[in-house]
């Protein structure tokens, strides 16, 4: 059975309008006779996915992207995933863009989710989020470095317009006639220790010398120790520490008016009588040397005894007008 010219052409149109469509899916991964349900995630930036990029669940392949379009004038972006039907999971399950690695890419994970929901069925739209990449980590770490960076820029700056108003021409002429003093100084210090060291050079043995004699000292010093120690020196500060003792002893008795001495020393009116018998005892012998006739008359030829008359100034009787 021959076919005329127009099936043949027909079947060539068919054949090519098949080929077509399956390369045309081919390209846009989309498969054709594949069991699987489409579903869509909604992102506000898509960071550079493609089409035909794989969606995994667990790091395994399930799917790939089919479509990205604008979804509204808002400028949001609707995916289209396909996924097969090999693996349900719910309708509130996540739809996560994240980076395929540090140089770049996009990728669609899907976080199953078993809450008791529906399960996801085509035209369902999946909630979506999305993972901060590389880039983003580090910018969001090197913000508050940037930050606290600028904040000591800024600081320097104000120490360094400071510093610029505080060394102003005079404060830095003698800030530099301090740093050539302090060359100076260091100077005659070098100098200083060169002849130190010369002087140290010269008299080294008389040095030697004197550490001898010194270490010699000592030792004598030692054995001069050694011999008061044997001496009973241990004994004579025992004994002179229970004399010491004995006088705390008395001096405390003395001070609370114990005995004679604290009688004496505490007693006021005892002080005051003593020192008054001690006054009156003086007024009497200089009254005895002044007026003997008062104390002894003696008449050797029965004369008649004069009665005694009183000076007009009697020493005896001026200290008592004083006293009173």
């Known amino acids: 059975m021959k076919l005329s010219r127009e099936i043949k052409t027909g079947i060539v149109v068919?054949?090519?309008?098949l080929l077509f469509i399956l390369g045309f899916s081919y390209l846009k991964s989309s498969p054709l006779f594949e069991n699987g349900k489409t579903i869509y995630a909604v992102y506000k930036d898509v960071g550079g996915l493609q089409v035909g990029t794989p969606v995994t669940v667990n790091g395994f392949t399930v799917g790939n992207v089919t479509d990205i379009s604008f979804k509204d004038r808002g400028g949001s972006l609707a995916v289209t995933l396909f996924v097969k039907s090999d693996f349900e999971f719910s309708k509130q399950s996540l739809a996560e863009l994240y980076d395929t690695g540090i140089i770049g890419g996009k990728g669609i994970q899907i976080k199953?989710?078993?809450?008791?929901?529906?399960m996801a069925k085509t035209g369902d739209t999946l909630p979506s989020q999305t993972q901060p990449g590389l880039t983003q980590l580090v910018q969001k770490q090197l913000t508050p470095l940037q930050?606290?960076?600028?904040?000591?820029?800024?600081?320097?700056?104000?120490?360094l317009r400071n510093v610029n108003d505080v060394l102003d021409v005079k404060a830095r002429r003698d800030l530099r006639e301090t740093l050539s003093g302090l060359n100076s100084t260091v100077a005659s210090f070098q100098r200083s220790a060169e002849v130190l060291?010369?002087?140290?050079?010269?008299?080294?043995?008389?040095?030697?010398?004197?550490?001898?004699n010194f270490e010699a000292l000592t030792a004598n010093f030692s054995k001069l120790s050694d011999?008061?120690?044997?001496a009973g020196l241990g004994r004579t500060?025992?004994?002179?520490?229970?004399?010491?003792a004995n006088l705390n002893k008395l001096m405390a008795r003395i001070e609370s008016g114990q005995g004679t001495l604290g009688k004496l020393t505490q007693d006021e009116e005892l002080y005051e009588n003593l020192n008054n018998a001690s006054r009156e005892l003086d007024l009497l012998l200089q009254d005895f040397r002044l007026n003997p006739k008062r104390y002894v008359n003696v008449s050797v030829f029965g004369k008649k005894q004069k009665e005694y008359e009183l000076p007009e100034e009697d020493p005896a009787a001026k200290p008592n007008v004083e006293n009173r």
Do not use: C, H, Q, Y
């Open 197 to 212: 060291n010369r002087i140290l050079s010269t008299n080294e043995g008389k040095l030697e010398g004197s550490l001898k």
């Open 14 to 17: 068919i054949g090519g309008i």
């Open 227 to 230: 011999s008061l120690n044997n």
């Open 112 to 118: 199953p989710v078993f809450d008791g929901s529906p």
């Open 237 to 244: 500060l025992a004994s002179l520490e229970s004399s010491m």
């Open 147 to 159: 930050k606290k960076v600028e904040g000591a820029m800024t600081n320097a700056d104000t120490l």
